[in-house]
């Protein structure tokens, strides 16, 4: 048996009044998703536990098979990882999001005053990102606090005994606000405001103002967390697993728990990724033997924080044609039984442009057995069934051991 994981991340939305009062995932063209759903175990899944925060390391935790009150330390240790960096004990990782801040009116402000403009600059490069980082190493850095770079904006910053504090506020969960209700307390405001005096007239923003572009003009900290560590996946599920993804995040956890993690040249984690290449790389893990391979796109996800209602129809439909398609066709040839669960981990609504901890929809496909299954993988159509899963971590015995088949099976579910 073969197990692909699809993880459309953030796909799951609210009705769009400029859609008809539908959702992105309602209108999407996506044949091979809906030619499967018909026959599928589907329902509804909680991936985040009450009161905890919505986040794509809490839910992908869960889906991964981790209970995320058990699990979860926060992002920025797991983004750690991915990018080989060692942490002892008293070591703190931070998420270092290089942002664009701008002022309320047409004069400059004192920068407590500032808008959060974009969490992501614009999805700067990597390779201007390297250049930012490296020139805040150099002049904000210590032997105990260093700056790393990671992806786009997404950065790291590790502080030995690091002083006392609270949790941070995620920048995209305020776009378009003052971020003077949401700054950090000292040491971290003043290293903001230090690295907002060094990126403002930096040559790499100046000539992304040239070209059009948003400036990455501060650093802003977030989702502090210590060394992880993660039971080994295969030992808990007997199954040799592989992680595609463009994420640091999720191949750290991939890394903690023992699973391979595996770089696409051009997959970017956003609209502009290399579908077609993920896909191709899920067939050649499943050649070389792999059990299972869970296969992140975080692209719905970006266009839901940028609220770009057509390219989140667009990501789906890639991801549908260019991923699944092409990976249904190897499956379906490679002479083994297989299953199939597509699910995004969280919503990100369009119109709150950040995380909420509803419900997503999710079906498992099984090549062997068939289901009542629904007309179309979408958020209404999910709930339809009425099967409700408050646990995400228990969706993992679903894909492996099989979906249920009577009522009282389902109950034990969803307890």
């Known amino acids: 048996m073969k197990y692909l994981i699809l993880l459309c991340d953030g796909a799951a939305d609210y009705p769009i009044e400029k859609l008809g009062m539908k959702t992105p995932m309602e209108v999407a063209n996506v044949k091979n998703i809906d030619s499967l759903v018909r026959t599928s175990f589907v329902g509804t899944v909680s991936n985040v536990p009450d009161g905890m925060v919505p986040e794509s390391d809490t839910a992908n935790l869960a889906v991964m098979s981790y209970d995320p009150k058990v699990y979860s330390k926060g992002r920025s240790p797991l983004e750690a990882m991915s990018l080989g960096l060692k ?45 930012l980082i490296k020139d805040i190493q150099k002049k904000l850095g210590r032997p105990d606090r260093n700056f790393f770079t990671g992806v786009s904006y997404r950065h790291c910053l590790i502080w030995k005994n690091a002083p006392e504090f609270t949790d941070f506020m995620r920048p995209h969960d305020i776009l378009g606000q003052s971020i003077s209700n949401y700054l950090p307390q000292e040491p971290f405001l003043s290293i903001q405001k230090e690295s907002y005096e060094i990126l403002k007239e930096h040559p790499v923003n100046l000539d992304r103002i040239k070209r059009g572009l948003r400036p990455a003009n501060s650093v802003w900290f977030w989702s502090p967390g210590k060394k992880p560590a993660l039971p080994s996946f295969e030992e808990k599920w007997g199954l040799k697993a592989s992680v ?22 051009n997959a970017t984690g956003n609209i502009n990724t290399d579908f077609e290449g993920k896909g191709n790389a899920a067939i050649e893990e499943f050649r070389n033997g792999q059990d299972l391979v869970y296969i992140h796109v975080e692209a719905p996800d970006e266009c839901g924080h940028r609220a770009e209602i057509e390219n989140k129809i667009l990501a789906l439909e890639k ?9 249904l066709d190897y499956l379906r040839n490679c002479g083994d039984n297989f299953r199939v669960m597509v699910l995004p981990d969280h919503p990100t609504p369009i119109c709150k442009r950040t995380h909420t901890i509803d419900p997503v929809p999710f079906m498992i496909y099984d090549s062997a057995k068939k289901y009542a299954g629904a007309v179309k993988f979408d958020e209404k159509h999910a709930a339809d069934t009425g099967f409700y899963l408050p646990k995400g971590e228990k969706l993992m015995s679903l894909l492996v051991n099989g979906c249920p088949d009577s009522k009282s099976e389902r109950k034990n579910y969803e307890r």
């Open 87 to 131: 942490m002892s004990p008293d070591d703190t990782a931070y998420r270092c999001n290089v942002v664009t801040l701008g002022n309320p009116g047409s004069e400059d402000v004192p920068y407590e005053e500032k808008i959060m403009i974009d969490h992501g600059a614009d999805e700067i490069t990597t390779a201007e990102a390297d250049i």
């Open 244 to 265: 595609i993804s463009a994420v640091d995040l999720i191949k750290g956890i991939a890394i903690c728990a023992g699973m391979r993690s595996v770089n696409v040249k």
């Open 319 to 327: 991801i549908d044609k260019e991923i699944l398609g092409n990976v």
